[in-house]
């Protein structure tokens, strides 16, 4: 059964650094997203992704974090400048269509800011 | 903006029960979906059940059945004959715009 992966599982990094956390989503999916939890706490939308351009993205979605899907299987979410805040799970997912259309999670990377 | 409230932060069941997990909803929208995830201590988020505000039905899968009620703007996710797996945080994101509540631990006890 096809699945979203994500790379790596976990990430651990000095505050201030730039981090890429990398998906590969389903591949006959045309809408991505990105999501994080931080620990114990509920799972927050960051941003969703269609057509090559941004649909959607959350208030935490400011300008350190930015979007790519560079070639035709992954999509990546890239933060500039990390905080320690930004430690989380962070989850990808796609899903095929809008609507009614299930949302598939990735496995999750743990970024850990230090 | 949809919100979805999930007033329930523990549960507790015995093993083989049911289990009922509340999940309400705020919305002017005519025609929207919630989904339910399961998020075990591993930390994977397993999709569960999806119920489509046009359903005539309630949805069902497996164990899982979901009690729709449109009029009181609630999906609240049904497990029945609980398993020791069943433990493990329930979310009931709001369609594709997927906006989380704060999620229900449900533990199964034996």
């Known amino acids: 059964e096809p699945e979203v992966t994500q790379t790596p599982s976990h990430q651990v990094t000095q505050m201030g650094q730039e981090v890429i956390l990398r998906c590969v989503p389903i591949s006959n999916h045309l809408y991505f997203y990105w999501y994080r939890q931080i620990l114990g706490q509920k799972v927050e939308f960051l941003v969703s992704?269609?057509?090559?351009?941004?649909?959607?993205k959350s208030e935490i979605f400011d300008d350190q974090f930015s979007v790519e899907r560079p070639d035709g299987s992954n999509f990546t979410l890239k933060i500039r400048s990390t905080k320690l805040e930004d430690s989380a799970m962070y989850f990808c997912a796609s899903t095929r269509g809008m609507g009614t259309d299930t949302q598939y999670f990735g496995p999750g990377t743990r970024l850990t800011v230090l | 903006a949809q919100k979805i409230t999930q007033t329930q932060p523990g549960m507790f069941v015995q093993e083989k029960e049911a289990v009922t997990l509340d999940c309400t909803y705020d919305t002017s929208d005519q025609s929207y979906g919630l989904f339910w995830y399961k998020q075990p201590s591993s930390g994977e988020m397993i999709f569960l059940i999806y119920?489509?505000?046009?359903?005539?039905q309630n949805a069902t899968e497996g164990r899982y059945s979901l009690n729709f009620q449109k009029a009181r703007k609630s999906a609240n996710l049904v497990i029945s004959a609980s398993q020791l797996g069943d433990s493990a945080m329930y979310f009931c994101p709001w369609r594709n715009d997927m906006r989380f509540g704060a999620g229900t631990r449900l533990t199964v006890k034996p």
């Open positions: 992704f269609y057509n090559n351009e941004i649909s959607e």
């Open positions: 119920q489509g505000s046009y359903d005539e």
